[in-house]
Nanobody, 127 residues
Framework: VQLQASGGGLVQAGGSLRLSCAASRRTFSSYAVGWFRQAPGKEREFVAAINWSVDWSGGSTYYADSVKGRFTISRNNAKNTVYLEMNSLKPEDTAVYYC?????????????????WGQGTQVTVSS
C-alpha cells in the first residue's frame, strides 16, 4: 500500500495542525497505521497508532506519553485516510512526521519492518 502524508506546516506554540495519511488501497481498513516523527539529530520516535477495524471509524488507539491528551489519531476507512489531530503544540513537537502501515499493530508500534512508509511532512512549532 502506498501512503501519502500531508498537512504539515508552521504554527505558533499552542496552535493546532491536522496531518493526513492517505492510502492507495481499498483494503487499507485491514491495516494498522501509525505516526512517527524525527527531529534533527534525533532518532525516529513513535507518536501514535490506530488498529485496523472493519467499521468506518477504526479500532483501538495508542499514544506516546509525550503526546497523550494533545494528539488524537483517527481514521476514515471510506476515504482510506488516517488523521493525526495535533493540539496545544509545543516547540519540541517540531519534526518531520511520517505515517506507516502494516497488518500487524505490534509491527507498526515498533516501527521496524513495516510494510509501507509515507514520505514525511514537516511540522514546525515556533515559540
Amino acid at each position: 500500500v502506498q501512503l501519502q502524508a500531508s498537512g504539515g506546516g508552521l504554527v505558533q506554540a499552542g496552535g493546532s495542525l491536522r496531518l493526513s495519511c492517505a492510502a492507495s488501497r481499498r483494503t487499507f481498513s485491514s491495516y494498522a497505521v501509525g505516526w512517527f516523527r524525527q527531529a534533527p539529530g534525533k532518532e525516529r520516535e513513535f507518536v501514535a497508532a490506530i488498529n485496523w477495524s472493519v467499521d468506518w471509524s477504526g479500532g483501538s488507539t495508542y499514544y506516546a506519553d509525550s503526546v497523550k491528551g494533545r494528539f488524537t489519531i483517527s481514521r476514515n476507512n471510506a476515504k482510506n485516510t488516517v488523521y493525526l489531530e495535533m493540539n496545544s503544540l509545543k516547540p519540541e513537537d517540531t519534526a518531520v512526521y511520517y505515517c506507516a502501515a502494516d497488518r500487524g499493530l505490534d509491527t507498526v508500534v515498533a516501527g521496524k519492518s513495516v510494510t509501507s512508509w509515507g514520505q514525511g511532512t514537516q511540522v514546525t512549532v515556533s515559540s
